[in-house]
Each structure stands twice: as structure tokens, then as C-alpha cells.
């Protein structure tokens, strides 16, 4: 059973930077794939970015590419999202999640690849 925690969300001016964290309580943490998404109001959960359990393949949703970078502490059970530039439209819950599946632009996509969620982590970018 893997139970992600999502620490770091917070109230941030646009131009801004945070550092999203999820912690992992699982002995086989490097196995997992762990993935961000967001979900903001009236919206549909999307994908942000992905990171495989070696930490060698990584995607990112266009809008998150040069902003922000996903990375891991396999040591820690800890992936990262480190969030620059940051734009109110980057406001949302932002969640954390992990899996067992090859990692490729769909299936990173696909929220129905993750299996364990955590409870989120709200971001909000003011203008």
C-alpha cells in the first residue's frame, strides 16, 4: 500500500516559485512511476508532469515545460516539483500520484495509470 503526502502548496505572487513535495510511505518507493497533476475549479484533473521510478524518463504537459521541473529522492521515497515562473493560471490543487506501468507520453497522461493518490496540495498564484 502506497500512501503519497503532498506538502508545500501556499499563496505565491505571479513570477514566483514553489517547491511541491510528496512523500511516499512504501519500502519499494523506486518501483513507482510518480506523476503531478492539478485539478482546478471547474475543471478536469490534467496532467503536469511524470517521472519514472529510475528517474530517467520524464514528460511534461506543454504548459509546465520550462517552468517546472519534476525529480526524486529515491532514498527519501520523495519526488519534487519544482514550479518557477508561476502564472494564475497555474492556480489549482495539485496531486501527487504513483504506479506501476511503462512510462510513455499516454500513459503518463492518463490519470486511470496512477493507483494511489494523495489528498492534494493548493497552489494559488495571484496576478
Known amino acids: 500500500q502506497v500512501q503519497p503526502v503532498e506538502f508545500g502548496g501556499g499563496l505565491v505572487q505571479a513570477g514566483g516559485s514553489l517547491r511541491l513535495s510528496c512523500a511516499a510511505s512504501?519500502?519499494?518507493?523506486?518501483?513507482?512511476?510518480m506523476g503531478w497533476f492539478r485539478q482546478a475549479p471547474g475543471k478536469e484533473r490534467e496532467f503536469v508532469a511524470v517521472?519514472?521510478?529510475?528517474?530517467?524518463?520524464?514528460y511534461y504537459a506543454d504548459s509546465a515545460k520550462g517552468r517546472f521541473t519534476i525529480s526524486r529522492d529515491n532514498a527519501k521515497n520523495t519526488v519534487y516539483l519544482q514550479m518557477n515562473s508561476l502564472k494564475p493560471e497555474d492556480t489549482a490543487v495539485y496531486y501527487c500520484?504513483?504506479?506501476?506501468?511503462?512510462?510513455?507520453?499516454?500513459?503518463?497522461?492518463?490519470?486511470?495509470?496512477?493507483?494511489?493518490w494523495g489528498q492534494g496540495t493548493q497552489v494559488t498564484v495571484s496576478s
Open positions: 500520484g504513483a504506479g506501476m506501468f511503462r512510462v510513455t507520453t499516454q500513459t503518463a497522461r492518463n490519470y486511470q495509470s496512477y493507483d494511489y
Open positions: 512504501t519500502r519499494t518507493f523506486s518501483t513507482y512511476v
Open positions: 517521472l519514472s521510478g529510475s528517474g530517467g524518463t520524464s
